[in-house]
């Protein structure tokens, strides 16, 4: 009896120092979270670029501490709260205004209206593609070698971070759906368009991989078809959602699916997960406190962004939509809670990002 009590007492004793090694002076779980992506997690890129396609203006920010900061939605974005879940003291600042130290633990190079292919979005204005973010981050890369002062620890550093790449919303939105602005839809099916999309994606998320990046989050694309604005626009009644959307992202997201199997199977000492946006569906939209689900909480321009200055509805978390295109924190804090800890075995996929943040590839790989 007193032989188990001291075992028990043991046991944790050893998890309380384990933790403590873990999470000594709630350190990040990784050293570093670089964030690639479009207006689902751009925190202010856009602002100073001459486009349509940004939002540092009220009622944006209105439940963010720091108020309108560019973000595309009234508060935290997934990418904020998947920060504050590995235990980051701040969210990852934006590659436009961040320097110093801080590089040392990520940067945001996200982009309102981009996308993977270069001309994505360029009739709002200009706006960062992937192409161009990659650059960006060689930057940083470089920024971070002259702040550690030694490549091969630098590498080191960069071998173990986050790289949460989330493209190709808008190459759907801001360009295969826009025919009479992009020819897009005239030389591709949507099958093709797909995997041309996902080929152009996976030279890109290989260079992020020769460039040290080893454990990847690889969002699919939430259904399209289902934002307000498609909606309004496109869907021939107004509850219900535009099929082809929702069609043509379901061949992207297979694609994506198949690359992540290539991935894990051929780069063993990488990990490639991913999230299962469209898959999460809220069993209970009621139970979880929502109310609105086609309908974004603020009053919209013609472009689907919220009216500058206008009063927005007083209780966002019955709302699934902010504006005519982006989730509103409430549904960003439910996305981002199963993304860190998978709910349902298909959430994420092979792991979770828990599990991929802790996992140690060194020895993954020796096994
Ligand atoms: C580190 O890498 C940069 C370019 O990536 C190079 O210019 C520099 O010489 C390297 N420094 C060392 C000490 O190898
Ligand atoms: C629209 O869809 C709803 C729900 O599926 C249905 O009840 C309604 O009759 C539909 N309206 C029209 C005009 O088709
Ligand atoms: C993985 O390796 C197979 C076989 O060598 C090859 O056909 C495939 O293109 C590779 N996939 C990736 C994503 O590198
Ligand atoms: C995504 O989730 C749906 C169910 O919500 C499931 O049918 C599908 O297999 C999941 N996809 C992956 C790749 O796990």
Redesign the pocket.
Known sequence: MMGEIKQRWVVIFLLVAACKLQWAHGEPQVPCFFIFGDSLADPGNNNMLPTGAKTNYPPYGVDYPQGATGRFSNGKYAVDVLAEKLSFDHHIPPYATASGPILLQGVNYASGSAGIRDETGSHLGENIPMNKQLQHHQLTISRMAGIIGDNKTTQTRLNQCLYYVGMGSNDYLNNYFLPERYPTSKSFTPQAYAQALVAQY?EQI?TLYKNGARKFILPGLGNIGCVPQAIRLYSTNATVCVVDMNKAINFFNNELVA?VD??N???TDGKFVYVNSTGMIIQDPIAAGFRYFYQGCCEVTENGQCVPQSKPCATRSEYIFWDNFHPTESMNVITATRTYIAEARSDCYPIDVRSLALLDLATAKAI
């Open positions: 996976s290989m690359l290539r991935f199977k051929n780069l």
